[in-house]
């Protein structure tokens, strides 16, 4: 009898202990949501490990069509070479500091009217402009159409200060004091041509992420008006994770086209790190979305360490070229590259290809 009650007592211990780490568990990731960084912490209220496996009601709508190669010359219809052309050699108008920010942003008017966002070298650590460069590059050999036309180029102190706007000289100490000229007097910095028109889709607050948490999860469909746009956010957080850029959920970062459907790759001087793995930040997001453009999977596949060096260089005024990137961040690039095609893979063996490749 002494036996039997204590084999009983046993079992209803571990019953309990399970009982305890699974409630452990479940206030672990809870905690997780509040003390993620950032302005909007995401709260979904099923974590996605937790998703049923069980698979969806099929998607019978018709999916939306993401751009194409051959559109990749184009941004928002205009030729990415022309609007290069012009950022590389137009004669510089008038320069104004951007608002907000916790760095040396400014927006440049050509003499032709067509404008240009700039962000020299400067002290901020989160804004590195050759690397906003290197994400336009990376776009490119990604097939994907969303990150505005980049060129690197030098401005001298004097036409800077010289053309600063009125509004402006306020600022001028900062600008001076943070931004990095050479011993010429000179600054290089990134150009990104000036999308005319954008707007806050709302994707990075707390509502917005439990909204497409649930749209891009096996557990939820994704209206039709919504496709496109979910298409191209799902393709961010992977951008993401390739360029290891942490900074996109800090606020202002998720901007898109006033009708909503269209999702601009923005601000992207902060990353590319030589972090094999990937920042937490970006996975946190990443390991929400468990369906992916197979388009994009095939350009990840068929990313090529020597296609990446040949591409990842700019073509200074001497005619040298100098690398965006380093070895160690390319190879870094790389490495997240492969870790980002094993969480797709792991998501095609629980919930099938069909599943998970609904993107075009």
Request: proline share 5%.
């Amino acid at each position: 009898m002494a036996a039997a009650a204590a084999a009983t007592r046993l079992r209803w211990l571990c019953a309990q202990l399970v009982m305890f780490s699974g409630a452990l568990g479940w206030l672990g990731y809870q905690a997780g949501l509040q003390l993620e960084p950032g302005t909007a912490q995401a709260a979904a209220s099923t974590p996605p490990a937790l998703y049923s496996i069980a698979a969806p009601a099929a998607r019978t709508a018709q999916v939306e069509r993401a751009p194409a190669s051959d559109e990749r010359e184009t941004f928002l219809g205009m030729s990415s070479e022309r609007l290069r052309q012009r950022m590389q050699s137009g004669q510089i108008r008038s320069i104004k500091k951007n608002r907000g920010g916790s760095s040396i942003s400014l927006r440049i008017e050509f003499s032709d009217g067509s404008r240009a966002a700039f962000k020299p070298i400067q002290s901020n650590p989160q804004t590195v402009p050759r690397k906003e460069a290197a994400a336009y590059v990376l776009s490119r050999l990604l097939g994907l159409n969303l990150v505005s036309p980049v060129v690197m180029r030098t401005v001298h102190r004097d036409e800077l200060f010289e053309k600063l706007d009125p509004a402006s000289l306020p600022s001028r100490p900062r600008i001076e004091r943070e931004t990095v000229f050479d011993e010429h007097g000179k600054t290089l910095g990134a150009f990104s041509y000036w999308i005319p028109r954008v707007a806050d889709l709302r994707l990075d607050t707390t509502a917005g992420i439990h909204r497409w948490t649930e749209w891009l999860g096996q557990g939820g469909s994704i209206p039709p008006e919504k496709t496109l746009l979910m298409s191209q956010l799902s393709s961010l957080l992977i951008f993401d994770l390739l360029q290891n850029n942490s900074d996109r959920f800090s606020g202002g970062n998720l901007l898109g086209a006033p009708d909503g459907k269209t999702l601009y790759f923005m601000d992207n001087a902060f990353g590319f790190q030589a972090d094999p793995e990937g920042h937490t930040r970006c996975w946190f997001y990443l390991h929400r979305v468990q369906k992916f453009s197979l388009r994009l999977v095939q350009a990840l596949e068929g990313l090529r360490a020597d296609a990446l060096a040949a591409a990842m260089v700019w073509s200074r005024a001497d005619g040298s070229q100098q690398p965006l990137l380093t070895d160690e961040e390319q190879a870094a690039l790389l490495s997240r590259r492969d870790r980002a095609l094993s969480h797709i893979d792991q998501a095609i063996t629980m919930y099938g290809r069909e599943n998970v490749l609904v993107f075009d």
